[in-house]
């Protein structure tokens, strides 16, 4: 029976470690002594079951870096010119865009 990731995640723990008592792989020995979420990633890996862990929002990173360089003299702007407000604003997107930067890291790796 194929499964699928979703599928998979809805399960309970003990429903996944009856699954992988039926699968011959070595990515799911020691089954029992795994949690939830060690479990299920073993299991895609010996189902093959491939998933997205993280949206992508951009494929360009050399665009966001551009961006938050752009938003990095806005912010200087708004020290300069004492704007509290805009300078929430502005450190907010930045440190979203560096995040989106990270993810983007692990996802490719």
Not at 15 to 44: D, F, P, W
Not at 85 to 103: C, D, G, P
């Amino acid at each position: 029976m194929a499964h699928t990731y979703e599928e998979l995640k809805k399960k309970t723990v003990a429903e996944l470690r009856e699954i992988a008592a039926g699968i011959q792989h070595e990515a799911v020995q020691g089954y029992s002594q795994l949690n939830k979420e060690h479990l299920l990633t073993a299991m895609c890996r010996a189902l093959g079951i491939t998933h997205a862990h993280k949206k992508v929002v951009s494929d360009n990173k050399a665009q966001v870096k551009i961006k938050i360089k752009l938003l990095k003299d806005a912010r200087d702007k708004a020290i300069a010119d004492k704007d509290h407000k805009s300078l929430k604003s502005i450190r907010r997107k930045i440190h979203f865009m560096k995040r989106e930067l990270h993810k983007a890291a692990i996802v490719a790796a």
